[in-house]
C-alpha cells in the first residue's frame, strides 16, 4: 500500500532501527541528517501527519536505533522500514545524509519512490573543498582525542554558525548522542548503488532540491550539480537557514515542499 491506515502515532522496531508512523493519507519517509537524528523533523512531524501518512527513523548509531556493526547500507535500511512497514511506494524527504540514502534508494529501487526532496545531500567523488578538509581534520583531532564534545561543538559551529541557539542546542544534544554511539572501525556503511553519480541521469523522479542560503559553498554546489543533472528536478534556496532549513526555517521549508509532495503523490 501507499498509504498509511488511520492517524493515530505509533512506534515500531525494525532490526536495529527505531521507527516512528503519524497520520494517513500519502506515504511519506523522513530521513535525517548525520549530525542529527529523527528529531530534527518535530516540526514536521507537529503539522504533516495532518495531510500525510509521515514515517521517521533514526539510522543506525543516532537517536534510539542501535550501535552500527559490520556492513550495511542506510538506503538498505530504508527499503527494509518500506517493507515491514506495507509501503509499496514513498515520497522520500531526506537531510544531508538522509537525501544520499534517498537519492541512493531511488537509483537502485526506483518503483518505490513516487518523488524526492533532496535538502543539501552529499554526493560521492565531490571534490571537497579546503574549507570541508579543514573541518573533518578538526573533528578527526577532536575525535581521536577522545573528546566528544570538543567533536560536536566542531560540528554545530561548521554547519549551524547563524542559527537560534534552540536550533544549536537541539543538533548539539542529537550529534553528541551519536558520537557515543558510533564505534569507528566496528562497521561498514556502503551504498546500494555501486556508482551513484553515474546513474543520476537515469533517476526520473520527480525531485525538489534544496539548500539554505548560508549552506557551506560545497552543498551549493553539489545541490545545482544535482538540479541540473537529474532530468525531472528543480531548485529552491531558502533564506535565512544554513545547513538544516527544516528545522532552521520550518514554516519556509515546509511552504516549499508540502506542495511538491502533493503533486507527486
Do not use: K, Y
Amino acid at each position: 500500500m501507499t498509504q498509511h491506515e488511520g492517524g493515530h502515532a505509533r512506534l515500531e522496531t525494525v532490526g536495529l532501527l527505531h521507527v516512528e508512523h503519524a497520520g494517513a493519507g500519502p506515504a511519506t519517509v523522513l530521513l535525517h541528517a548525520g549530525i542529527a537524528d529523527s528529531r530534527m523533523w518535530d516540526p514536521q512531524w507537529t503539522t504533516w501527519p495532518a495531510h500525510r501518512a509521515v514515517t521517521r527513523l533514526d539510522f543506525r548509531g543516532f537517536g534510539r536505533s542501535g550501535r552500527p556493526v559490520g556492513a550495511f547500507s542506510h538506503a538498505g535500511d530504508v527499503l527494509d522500514v518500506l517493507d515491514a512497514s506495507g509501503i509499496d511506494r514513498a515520497a522520500l524527504v531526506g537531510a544531508s545524509l538522509g537525501g544520499r540514502a534517498a537519492l541512493d534508494l531511488a537509483a537502485a529501487h526506483p518503483e518505490r519512490v513516487t518523488g524526492l526532496v533532496l535538502a543539501a545531500p552529499p554526493l560521492p567523488g565531490h571534490a571537497w573543498s579546503e574549507e570541508m578538509r579543514t573541518f573533518s581534520a578538526d573533528e578527526d583531532e577532536a575525535l581521536d582525542a577522545g573528546d566528544l564534545d570538543a567533536a560536536t561543538e566542531v560540528n554545530v559551529e561548521f554547519w549551524l554558525p547563524s542559527s537560534r541557539e534552540e536550533v544549536r542546542a537541539a543538533i548539539r544534544e542529537q550529534q553528541l548522542n551519536a558520537f557515543r554511539l558510533q564505534v569507528p572501525d566496528e562497521c561498514d556503511e556502503s551504498l546500494l548503488t555501486e556508482d551513484l553519480v553515474s546513474t543520476l541521469p537515469a533517476v526520473a523522479a520527480p525531485t525538489l532540491v534544496l539548500t539554505g542560503e548560508q549552506d557551506r559553498g560545497d552543498f551549493i554546489a553539489i545541490a545545482d550539480r544535482l538540479a541540473a543533472t537529474l532530468p525531472n528536478a528543480r531548485r529552491e534556496s531558502i533564506a535565512g537557514a544554513c545547513h538544516l532549513p527544516s528545522l532552521e526555517q520550518p514554516a519556509a521549508f515546509d511552504a516549499l515542499v508540502l506542495p511538491f509532495l502533493e503533486e507527486v503523490s
